[in-house]
C-alpha cells in the first residue's frame, strides 16, 4: 500500500483550521490508519489511531475522518505549537508491513 | 510513564555491522510487539523491523543484512545491523506497539528518542 499525503506544505496562520489528507493506494482494512506529529529533533507523536480515536492527552482540536482509502486529519483552531510536520502510517498487517506517508509540513504563514 | 532509550549508534563504515540497544521501561515488556522505525537525514520515516513474542519481520531493504530481537528478562530488544550502507545513514527509532497481545501490526504509542547511525568512510 502507499500511502500519498497532500499537501506537502501547509501555510498557515494560528486561530486558522488545517486539513491534511492521506490518501491510500488500495483500501485500508477495517481503517487500520494512524496520525502522528514530529517537531525537529524530536520523535514522532501519536495523535490518532484507527482512523478516528484521539491518543491519550490529545486535545480535542485535532481529529481524525474517513475510511477506505481518503482519510483526514483535521486541526482546528492551529497554536503555535501545532506547526510541525504530520505523518500517516497504515497498520493492520495486511500486507505485512507498516506504510508512512511522506509527511505534511504544516508551516506558520 | 512508558519510556524507550536507544543506544548503540556510531559511525561505521560501509560493509561494517552495528548493535543497536532499545531499553523499555514504564510497561510490561514482554506483553508488546516493538519495531524500529528509521528516519535518513530529512526525509521521512521508514519501518525497518518488528519483533512479536517471537515471529520477526523485514523491509524488503533491510531482509537479509538485519536482525531483530529481544530479551524479556531484560526489557530491551536489538538490531544488529550488518553489511551496512550509505543508505542506512539514519536516526533509528524504537517504537511500543499501541496494543498488548504481541499483534505485530498495530500503531506505534510510545517512541524513544532515537540514535544515529552514520554509514561512511
Known amino acids: 500500500i502507499v500511502l500519498t499525503q497532500s499537501p506537502g506544505t501547509l501555510s498557515l496562520s494560528p486561530g486558522e483550521r488545517a486539513t491534511l489528507s492521506c490518501r491510500a493506494s488500495q483500501s485500508i482494512t477495517s481503517n487500520y490508519l494512524a496520525w502522528y506529529q514530529q517537531k525537529p529533533g524530536q520523535a514522532p507523536r501519536l495523535l490518532i489511531y484507527?482512523?478516528?480515536s484521539r491518543a491519550t492527552g490529545i486535545p480535542d482540536t485535532f481529529s481524525g475522518s474517513g475510511s477506505g482509502t481518503d482519510f483526514t486529519l483535521t486541526i482546528n483552531r492551529l497554536e503555535p505549537e501545532d506547526f510541525a510536520v504530520y505523518y500517516c502510517q497504515q497498520y493492520g498487517g495486511s500486507p505485512q508491513m507498516h506504510t508512512f506517508g511522506q509527511g505534511t509540513e504544516l508551516e506558520i504563514k | 510513564e512508558m519510556q524507550l532509550l536507544e543506544s548503540g549508534g556510531n559511525l561505521v563504515q560501509p560493509g561494517g555491522s552495528l548493535r543497536l540497544s532499545c531499553a523499555a521501561s514504564g510497561f510490561t515488556f514482554s506483553s508488546y510487539s516493538m519495531s524500529w522505525v528509521r528516519q535518513a537525514p530529512g526525509k521521512g520515516l521508514e519501518w525497518v523491523s518488528s519483533?512479536?513474542?517471537?515471529?520477526?519481520f523485514y523491509a524488503d531493504s533491510v531482509k537479509g543484512r538485519f536482525t531483530i530481537s529481544r530479551d524479556n528478562s531484560k526489557n530491551t530488544m536489538y538490531l544488529q545491523m550488518n553489511s551496512l550502507r550509505a543508505e542506512d545513514t539514519a536516526i533509528y527509532y524504537c517504537a511500543k506497539d499501541g496494543v498488548s497481545g504481541n499483534r505485530v501490526w498495530d500503531y506505534f504509542d510510545c517512541w524513544g528518542l532515537g540514535t544515529p547511525v552514520t554509514v561512511s568512510s
Open positions: 484507527g482512523a478516528s
Open positions: 519483533i512479536g513474542n517471537r515471529e520477526t
